[in-house]
């Protein structure tokens, strides 16, 4: 019987999210792509791809979890090329067109301009115009399954998070209406830093003439709405946070517990929300997971993440066996030392410079 194998790479994205999952046995292997940090996280993940056979490259689903820069920059570049440097089945995007369905709510502008890019480059695996991903009040928690037997449960975003978005994003749309791909699309052409080097094919033949001006990052913190959701195959679980709030998530996790009739979700490993935040990681959230790693993903670029108190409270709450971060920095390096692992009885794991990711078999 083939074994089957599931492991989670944290590609080094400076203050953002880029997470590269694969699943399944030695037939074959299957791919999730979960955000795309940063604009210069683009080049990381072409390398990663790569190292992926050419008629490999492709994946079940890619997820952007919410707008926020450090998030969506890299795959709004990585969708800019043409052609895709690989194949996509589905794409996870709560847009504006969701958003209005629903909730009468306007889009960023990096979501307006991945919009226009998935309909031009990727119109197979997403529907502009599905319902949004959200977690709903009653019933079961949404769940899906991705071929070749990956189940995700969402534990994140809710309408009302949703809803709280639409006051910042109204002051980031400027100069055409919300949901208008095709101007979005004129936008995008003088975004330089978002262009391939011979620019957007079919928007304008001087497109690299075009205006420098760098692309002005969203200010907007849209953290409640992450896409956050537990992850499972082969008998292995990860619970990926992105940015979430945790009283969305704790919530969830206690309807997904009473459904397990468990006092505890179990996972082999947990994405600590909003790169170790103290805002996003709650006394409530720690006591409903048991996991015997937390992984944390940034280099504490804008916010000196993680935040001293997060990783205390994780320490005291969980006693983790294991820390893992995919930068050594000022912020991380107390977490890495000696003295600590003893003091609190974890091993921490940090990204060697020559690896292009940071890898963790389930």
Not at 288 to 305: A, M, V, Y
């Amino acid at each position: 019987m083939p074994t089957p194998f599931f492991r989670i790479e944290l590609l080094p994205a400076r203050h953002g999210d880029c997470l590269w999952l694969e699943y399944g046995d030695e037939n074959i292997t299957n791919r999730v792509l979960i955000d795309g940090g940063p604009v210069d996280t683009y080049e990381r993940i072409l390398r990663r791809l790569n190292q992926v056979p050419m008629g490999e490259r492709a994946f079940e689903l890619v997820v952007l979890t919410h707008v926020d820069a450090d998030h969506v920059e890299g795959l709004v570049r990585l969708f800019a090329d043409k052609p895709l440097a690989f194949n996509v089945d589905k794409v996870w995007f709560n847009g504006w067109r969701q958003m209005k369905k629903s909730h009468g709510l306007l889009g960023a502008m990096q979501g307006e301009f991945l919009s226009a890019l998935l309909v031009a480059r990727a119109p197979a695996a997403w529907d502009q115009d599905a319902p949004p991903w959200v977690v709903l009040a009653g019933g079961k928690l949404p769940h899906q399954a991705l071929p070749g037997g990956l189940e995700i449960t969402l534990v994140s975003p809710t309408p009302k998070k949703l809803q709280l978005m639409a006051k910042e994003w109204q002051k980031v749309v400027k100069g055409f209406q919300p949901g208008d791909l095709e101007a979005a699309w004129k936008k995008l052409a003088g975004q330089k830093k978002f262009l391939p080097k011979k620019g957007l094919l079919g928007a304008a033949p001087d497109l690299d003439a075009l205006l420098k001006k760098q692309f002005v990052k969203d200010p907007a913190k849209p953290n409640g709405s992450s896409i956050a959701f537990l992850a499972e195959f082969g008998g292995k679980s990860v619970l990926l946070l992105a940015d979430a709030h945790p009283d969305v998530v704790a919530a969830s996790l206690k309807r997904l517990c009473a459904d397990r009739g468990v006092r505890k979700l179990t996972v082999d490993a947990v994405k600590v929300a909003h790169h170790g935040s103290k805002k996003n990681t709650s006394d409530a959230l720690v006591n409903l997971i048991d996991s015997p790693r937390w992984l944390i993903s940034t280099n504490g670029d804008q916010f000196e993440h993680p935040d001293k108190p997060c990783i205390a409270r994780i320490l005291k709450l969980a006693k983790p066996q294991e820390l893992w971060f995919n930068y050594s920095t000022k912020s991380t390096k107390p977490w890495l030392s000696a003295a600590a692992q003893r003091a609190h009885d974890y091993k921490a794991v940090v990204r060697s410079d020559k690896d292009l990711s940071l890898k963790l078999e389930l």
